[in-house]
């Protein structure tokens, strides 16, 4: 079992429409990145948590550390959101990624 | 603040060639990563520097690869010889602590062909 999942893997949806990505952790960390890879492009910083939530623009992450979980949630999603998103934990000394989750918005 | 520079971008080759990705951190960041990203597959920590010295490099092939950061600054990753199985991104990123939180950034990654 991989130390961060994230769910879902694929997710497609209409322009407008709230997007949620989970991302689960089994080891302790010290902040959760989420990360945004444009096709093509490289890795963009979105976030790092290390506890309750952020917002910027459209974009809202959350994190509750008893849980072990963390929430990337996208409001009025546009095309241009398109992307892969990538949850990474930093763990003792180490980042580790999750797989991340291919967001598809269509017009 | 400049980013983190990397080059090339792209980096065609044929197997058992070899080839080298450079990493220009940003300044004053001490801990550089390099990473190797396969298509559809989350990045894969291939090493960790904390300015010259290797802070985790148990993930890099090291029958082929290897990488340097002289002077705490610049890195080189290299691969010789490349197989097909290595064509990838390669990321690198840089950090700064603040605050007690590792900032991350990262360059563009170089796309790396091995035909």
């Known amino acids: 079992k991989n130390e961060v999942e994230q769910s879902p893997q694929n997710l497609t949806a209409q322009e407008g429409e709230f997007i949620t990505i989970n991302c689960s952790y089994s080891?302790?960390?010290?902040?959760l990145h989420w990360l945004q890879q444009h096709p093509g492009g490289g890795i963009v910083s979105l976030f790092m948590?290390?506890?309750g939530k952020k917002k910027h623009g459209r974009l809202i992450a959350t994190i509750n550390i008893q849980e072990k979980h963390s929430s990337l949630h996208i409001t009025a999603s546009h095309p241009r959101d398109s992307a892969v998103y990538i949850c990474a934990v930093i763990g003792t000394d180490k980042l580790i990624f999750g797989t991340g989750t291919r967001l598809q918005v269509f017009p | 603040e400049a980013g983190v520079a990397q080059s090339p971008r792209y980096k065609i080759i044929e197997k058992r060639q070899s080839v080298a990705f450079w990493c220009n951190p940003i300044?004053?960041?001490?801990?550089l990563y390099w990473y190797q990203q396969i298509l559809g597959q989350g990045p894969k920590l291939l090493i960790q520097?904390?300015?010259?010295?290797?802070?985790?490099d148990s993930q890099l092939p090291k029958d082929r690869f290897s990488a340097e950061r002289l002077k705490g600054v610049d890195s080189t990753l290299k691969i010789q010889p490349a197989k097909l199985e290595d064509s990838a991104v390669y990321l690198c990123?840089?950090?700064?602590?603040?605050?007690?939180?590792?900032?991350?950034?990262f360059g563009s990654g170089t796309q790396l062909s091995v035909l």
């Open positions: 080891v302790g960390i010290s902040a």
């Open positions: 300044s004053g960041h001490a801990t």
């Open positions: 520097f904390q300015n010259n010295g290797v802070v985790d």
């Open positions: 990123a840089s950090s700064l602590v603040r605050g007690g939180i590792e900032k991350l950034f």
């Open positions: 948590l290390s506890s």
